[in-house]
Nanobody, 125 residues
Framework: QVQLVESGGGSVQAGGSLRLSCVAS????????MAWLRQAPGKEREGVAVIGNTGATNYADSVKGRFTISQDNTKKILSLQMNSLKPADTAMYYCAFDSRSRSLRQFLEGDFATWGQGTQVTVSS
């Protein structure tokens, strides 16, 4: 099993920045993909950014050029640097892990096996 603990959320004004972190423990050696997902009240869960075990990354169109996903060499710490934040980015953000291969569609739909407890990001205008 894999355990994920997120931190770094908070409240910022539009145009500001936040950096989210996720510490992974347990059987992380089976990792195929790790990702950041988000869910706003009344909306569907969606994928924000994903990184594969080769280091390849992908992003939702809505955050491209503003968000950057990264992982340390041990693959135990996943980060999300969020710049130029918008009120539309307000959501609960979750770190996610999967040992299975994921398609782009599955990523964008937030279809991952294991999630953390989430960290709230609130962006005011």
């Amino acid at each position: 099993q894999v355990q994920l603990v997120e931190s770094g959320g908070g409240s910022v004004q539009a145009g500001g920045s936040l950096r989210l972190s996720c510490v992974a423990s347990g059987d992380i050696g089976r990792m195929q993909y790790m990702a950041w997902l988000r869910q706003a009240p009344g909306k569907e869960r969606e994928g924000v950014a994903v990184i594969g075990n080769t280091g390849a990354t992908n992003y939702a169109d809505s955050v491209k050029g503003r968000f950057t996903i990264s992982q340390d060499n041990t693959k135990k710490i996943l980060s999300l640097q969020m710049n130029s934040l918008k009120p539309a980015d307000t959501a609960m953000y979750y770190c996610a892990f999967d040992s299975r291969s994921r398609s782009l569609r599955q990523f964008l739909e937030g279809d991952f096996a294991t999630w953390g407890q989430g960290t709230q990001v609130t962006v005011s205008s």
